[in-house]
Nanobody
C-alpha cells in the first residue's frame, strides 16, 4: 500500500488544519492507520491511529480532544484534524499503516510497515 500525506502548511497559533492520508494500491480495510509527528531533532511521536475495520480510534494523551481522526472509505483516505494549533505542534506529520492484528503496540513507529512522505506543519505564535 502507498500512502500520500498532505494538508500541512504555515498557520498561526489557534488555527486548525486537516491533514489527509490517501492510500493507493489496496484498500485500507484490514489495516491500522497511524499518525505520527516529528519535530526537528526530536524522536517521532505517536499522535493517534484508526483501525479501519471497526473504526476504533486511539489518541496520544497529548492531543486527545483536540485532534480528531476520521476516515473516508470511498476515498480510502484517513484524516487528522488538528484544532487550536500551538507553536509546539510544529513538526513533520506522517501517516503510516500496518496490518491490523500485527504484533506490536499501536503507538510504536517501528511496528508500521508502510509510510507516507510526511507533510510539514508550521505554527507561528
Amino acid at each position: 500500500v502507498q500512502l500520500q500525506a498532505s494538508g500541512g502548511g504555515l498557520v498561526q497559533a489557534g488555527d486548525s488544519l486537516r491533514l489527509s492520508c490517501a492510500a493507493s494500491g489496496r484498500t485500507l480495510n484490514g489495516y491500522v492507520v497511524g499518525w505520527f509527528r516529528q519535530a526537528p531533532g526530536k524522536e517521532r511521536l505517536f499522535v493517534g491511529a484508526i483501525r479501519w475495520n471497526d473504526g476504533s480510534i486511539y489518541y496520544s494523551p497529548s492531543v486527545r480532544g483536540r485532534s480528531p481522526i476520521s476516515r473516508d472509505d470511498v476515498k480510502n483516505t484517513a484524516y487528522l484534524q488538528i484544532n487550536s494549533l500551538k507553536p509546539e505542534d510544529t513538526a513533520v506529520y506522517y501517516c503510516a499503516a500496518k496490518v491490523s492484528g500485527q504484533a506490536g503496540a499501536i503507538n510504536v513507529p517501528a511496528t508500521y510497515s508502510y509510510w507516507g512522505q510526511g507533510t510539514q506543519v508550521t505554527v507561528s505564535s
